[in-house]
């Protein structure tokens, strides 16, 4: 079956503008990650829902980000007024049923903040 | 705080070499241990994984064996291919309760092949 899918798959912002980065899930996976990875790094935490609750939004930057999964299934991240340091690959992740099931990772989202 | 350490790259070697990506993990309790490859335009996929001490992941070649005296979990593989290339990722998965648990990755580690 499909993966994880995500898009757009790169997306340059000049600063301030906001943008919206969607992840499709595997079908049926109830739990869904966004991490971000910076150059030269390894991916970081952003957000987790299981189903579409919200559980844990720790380690989202700021503010200026926000998630959500209204109906369980696509997510959404959304980045207000970008900022240079915002740009990365954004990754996206869906898991069976809980948090600690394998992770299965889309392509990612490259982010370029001009 | 929890965290992976994982060997500086990049590292290069001629087919049918002996590989060995060092991994360290600093965390409290009993975390998971995985490795993820992520191959060039490809996302990050699961190589191996490890649930507790002295247990041993192996997939296509490639072994890691949880020890938690070293607090280590490094990659080997015995001869490597030139379609190993890729970059590797040392992670933990840490419970935060029932329902919560995030994963904690190194930097990658990047392996290039040559025949």
């Known amino acids: 079956g499909a993966g994880v899918s995500q898009s757009p798959r790169y997306k340059v912002a000049k600063r301030g503008q906001d943008v919206a980065l969607r992840c499709d899930p595997i079908?049926?996976?109830?739990?869904l990650f966004w991490y971000q990875q910076a150059l030269g790094q390894g991916p970081e935490f952003l957000t987790y829902?299981?189903?579409?609750?919200?559980?844990?939004k720790s380690g989202l930057p700021s503010d200026r980000f926000f998630a959500e999964r209204p109906e369980g299934s696509v997510s959404t991240l959304k980045i207000q007024r970008t900022q240079q340091e915002d740009s990365a690959v954004y990754l996206c992740?869906?898991?069976?049923?809980?948090?600690?099931?394998?992770?299965?990772f889309g392509p990612g989202t490259r982010l370029t903040v001009t | 705080g929890d965290s992976v350490t994982q060997m500086e790259g990049p590292v290069t070697l001629s087919e049918e070499a002996f590989l060995t990506i060092n991994c360290t993990y600093t965390?409290?309790?009993?975390?998971?241990l995985f490795w993820y490859v992520q191959y060039p335009g490809e996302g990050l996929q699961l190589l191996l994984k490890?649930?507790?001490?002295?247990d041993k992941g192996s997939n296509k070649g490639f072994e890691a064996t949880y020890r938690k005296e070293t607090t280590s979990f490094h990659l080997e593989k015995g001869s490597v291919q030139v379609s190993d290339s890729a970059v590797y990722f040392c992670?933990?998965?840490?419970?935060?309760?029932?329902?919560?648990?995030?994963?904690?990755f190194g930097r990658g580690t990047q392996l290039t092949v040559w025949p």
């Open positions: 490890a649930t507790k001490a002295d």
């Open positions: 965390a409290t309790g009993y975390p998971s």
């Open positions: 992670a933990l998965f840490k419970n935060r309760g029932s329902t919560l648990g995030r994963l904690y």
């Open positions: 079908s049926g996976h109830v739990s």
């Open positions: 829902f299981q189903n579409e609750a919200q559980l844990d």
């Open positions: 992740a869906s898991s069976l049923r809980l948090a600690g099931d394998e992770q299965y």
